[in-house]
């Protein structure tokens, strides 16, 4: 199956049957989502809502948070991993966004990756679900389905997957999509076993084609 063709039934595929989908991380405004998903980082999505509602109640703004104490913000977020960094580039973003962003989390990636803590991957998920652009953040989720599924080959980086992304997935659909393989990822498509049985992607897979393959020479 060339390509493109395969990315033309994978997404007619999630339309049907996923038309909604959206992050699993909990928020009210752009702030909460931003200290959500640097909390994300190798950190479940369950977790991270667990720790975020006492760190909100505490700091709602991003002035509050920058007015707190990293010990302060260490002790509320310890169970999330990393927390000695995480308490460090939340601080750290916290500062930078009321001094040099007037408390306005930036649309733009190359502006929010200027932020403590925020890499390409947050500044994709922030400009995508904050500001519907077509930004695709390639989490270990989307790295690693999208090889599975044969949307990517031997992609060696993030960076790359994201780019073969971008560049067959139409532009209004990027935002979703990154939800998408997430979600299937996340759900299906696991890292150690993946549910080929029941899933409803794997007459376009490539992975479960070649394991198919190799059971029916095995027998």
Not at 30 to 39: D, F, H, R, S
Not at 203 to 213: A, D, L, V
Request: glycine share 2%; hydrophobic share 35%.
């Amino acid at each position: 199956m060339r390509k493109k063709e395969r990315f033309e039934k994978i997404i007619a595929w999630f339309q049907e049957n996923m038309p909604i989908a959206e992050t699993e991380l909990n928020y009210t405004n752009p702030y909460e989502l931003l200290v959500a998903v640097i909390l994300s980082a190798q950190c479940t999505d369950k977790r991270v809502n667990q720790i975020t509602p006492p760190l909100f109640d505490k700091y709602p703004t991003a002035f509050d948070l920058s007015h707190a104490s990293q010990d302060d913000i260490f002790d509320l977020i310890r169970s999330c991993s990393y927390p000695n960094n995480k308490a460090k580039h939340l601080l750290g973003m916290a500062k930078m966004l009321v001094e040099d962003f007037k408390e306005v989390v930036p649309d733009d990636v190359k502006e929010l990756q200027k932020l403590p803590g925020v890499g390409r991957k947050t500044a994709n998920v922030i400009a995508s679900v904050v500001y519907d652009k077509p930004a695709m953040a390639v989490d270990t989720h989307v790295f690693r389905v999208s090889e599975r599924l044969g949307l990517t080959t031997k992609s060696k980086t993030p960076l790359e997957t994201e780019k073969v992304l971008v560049s067959y997935i139409p532009e209004e659909l990027i935002a979703t999509a990154h939800h998408w393989i997430i979600l299937h990822g996340r759900y299906v498509c696991l890292a150690r076993k993946p549910k080929c049985k029941p899933c409803g992607l794997k007459e376009y897979c490539r992975y479960f084609q070649r394991e198919e393959k190799k059971n029916a020479k095995a027998k």
